[in-house]
């Protein structure tokens, strides 16, 4: 609502600002599906929660870094 | 996941999350229609952090501005609030805030400005402090005046968006009166209506808040005859009456926050300690 009480150009510029944070947490969820193979839909990926994404993050790296000790061919 | 055994989406999906936390609400369930509240026994209800789709909601804009993005995430983060426009204003703070400490941790980081200096500081709030501050005031909901107890109740979400809309449009008329093409005189006509509109706006916002009138003779609920008393009754009365909802109302704000300024900032001219109210915008509330 306080959005509301700022000059029309502030208000177009913080729309904007939301518009790409959107893209960008679409982004996340959209790599995050790709790394986890297969096995997690985007449909799943829209229920969970921030925490459940770091987690989930931090799996795609430890599994990343895994494969660059190993020399596993990662795709 | 489920799907891909199944081959159709889980309706059962939406519960998957767990609450993070228990919350009680300052309004203790009260004020709530029937069916707008799913009472537990204990009076703790239970909160789970944003999906990915709440956040998104939280990033539109129009949504954002209507009220109805507020009220899509609370119902998925509070499933016990079953109607969100419904909620009675004082516990507002303490659900976003709960809901924001479920998604994202207990603490938040706001940006203040130094006085004087105009330095900006980066600033850590405890969130389960200010729960914790919120949660235990009590709402007093009489006021005896003259021969009368006035028996009053917050706003809704509802009515609390609606006013603010509607304030916001009268405003936006007299900031810009001074720029349109009239004469004095239209701009007097014109200033004058919004005048009124606002006028009647906190008599209705008074009319909406007040529950019920009792004497020692009858007691009345009838929301015509208490309009009717409201529009006939004098300034005092008023007065006293919006008084007694304002101090509720400043019951359940959030405690300014208290620093402590350095001994480099105390050469520089800031006072040695100052306050700054805390206000929670989309750019730091939900990140």
Not at chain 2, 38 to 56: C, H, L, S
Request: proline residues 5%; negative net charge.
């Amino acid at each position: 609502m306080r959005v509301l009480s700022l000059p029309y150009e502030q208000i177009l510029k913080e729309a904007k600002n939301l518009d790409n944070e959107v893209k960008q947490i679409k982004l996340n969820l959209l790599k995050l599906c790709w790394h986890m193979r297969g096995s997690v839909t985007m449909d799943d990926m829209f229920v969970t929660s921030h925490e459940d994404r770091e987690i989930m993050s931090k799996i795609v790296e430890d599994n990343i870094e895994t494969t660059k000790k190993t020399g596993l061919p990662f795709f | 996941m489920s799907e891909m055994q199944s081959g159709t989406p889980n309706p059962l999906k939406k519960y998957f999350r767990q609450p993070k936390i228990y919350i009680p609400l300052p309004s203790k369930g009260n004020f709530y229609p029937q069916g707008a509240l799913d009472k537990t026994e204990n009076g703790q209800y239970p909160v789970y952090p944003m999906t990915a789709r709440d956040e998104i909601m939280m990033k539109t804009p129009d949504a954002l501005v209507n009220g109805e993005t507020t009220v899509q995430v609370i119902q998925s983060c509070m499933p016990n609030i079953k109607d969100a426009w419904k909620i009675p204003v004082i516990d507002l703070d303490v659900i976003l805030i709960a809901i924001r400490l479920a998604t994202y941790g207990e603490t938040m980081d706001i940006e203040l400005e130094t006085p004087v200096t105009k330095e900006k500081k980066s600033y850590e709030l405890n969130l389960s402090g200010m729960l914790d501050q919120l949660s235990t005031v009590n709402y007093n909901n009489q006021v005896q005046i003259d021969e009368f107890k006035v028996f009053i109740k917050p706003l809704t979400y509802q009515e609390f968006t609606k006013t603010t809309l509607k304030t916001y449009e009268e405003q936006k008329i007299f900031k810009t009166l001074n720029n349109i093409n009239l004469s004095e005189e239209e701009k007097l006509v014109t200033f004058n209506d919004s005048f009124k509109k606002l006028t009647d706006l906190a008599i209705v916002t008074l009319e909406h808040s007040i529950l019920r009138i009792e004497t020692d003779e009858f007691s009345v609920t009838d929301q015509n005859h208490i309009k009717e008393f409201v529009d006939n009754s004098d300034k005092d009365f008023f007065k006293k009456v919006l008084n007694h909802i304002e101090a509720e109302k400043d019951k359940f704000t959030i405690q300014p926050l208290k620093v402590e300024s350095t001994k480099e900032e105390i050469e520089a001219g800031v006072p040695a300690s100052y306050e700054i109210p805390i206000t929670f915008d989309q750019s730091n509330f939900f990140v």
